[in-house]
């Protein structure tokens, strides 16, 4: 099997929204999704949907041997095992781990896309990812990380969430 290179923005606004998220990349590792990377957590206004708590949202790098849909697979177990309930698009949720990249890989299925179709209209996305991994070129539209972060029309807050520093304790090393 090879390893691939993948992205993924992980975010929650309910419950011990940071305890979550340090479960969530812990839960990643232990399924076979090693991160290798990980932003700094950030607090985010909700985009799509006002009027509910804020999120805290991280970005990070990992290798895997999974192919793209065991890797959502996977994501969705662990966003389940979270108490991750599906009721309408932007509804408040306890964890929420979205692939963003995967290689090169353009997909298009009928369960998943990538690129993530809306990454690059997302400041709570592409701050993290331009944290870890700014020089990175989205293959669909032949930018890199940074560059569609200074394009973005979202102009949802994003801030750091001190002082906490990024989950290094879940990091893959070799």
């Known amino acids: 099997m090879s390893t ?11 419950g011990d929204r940071l305890g979550r998220l340090r479960s969530a990349l812990g839960d990643l590792a232990a399924a076979g999704i090693l991160p290798v990377t990980v932003s700094a957590v950030y607090e985010t206004e909700p985009v799509g949907f006002p009027g509910q708590p804020w999120f ?13 849909e065991a890797a959502l697979d996977c994501c969705q177990n ?16 306890t964890l929420d781990i979205d692939i963003l990249l995967y290689d090169d890989l353009r997909l298009c299925s009928p369960r998943l896309l990538i690129p993530h179709p809306r990454m690059a209209e997302r400041r709570f996305v592409l701050v993290p990812m ?3 991994a700014g020089g990175v070129v989205h293959p669909l539209l032949g930018k890199d990380i940074r560059t569609l972060l200074t394009r973005c029309g979202d102009a949802s807050q ?12 879940f990091v893959h090393r070799d």
């Open 78 to 93: 662990i966003e389940r095992r979270h108490g991750r309930v599906r009721t309408f698009q932007g509804a408040p949720r």
């Open 158 to 169: 994003v801030r750091r969430h001190l002082p906490e520093a990024p989950p290094d304790a």
């Open 130 to 132: 331009a944290e870890i």
């Open 56 to 68: 805290l949202n991280l970005a990070a790098g990992a290798n895997t041997d999974l192919a793209p």
């Open 4 to 14: 691939h290179s993948i992205y993924l923005s992980i975010g929650s606004n309910l």
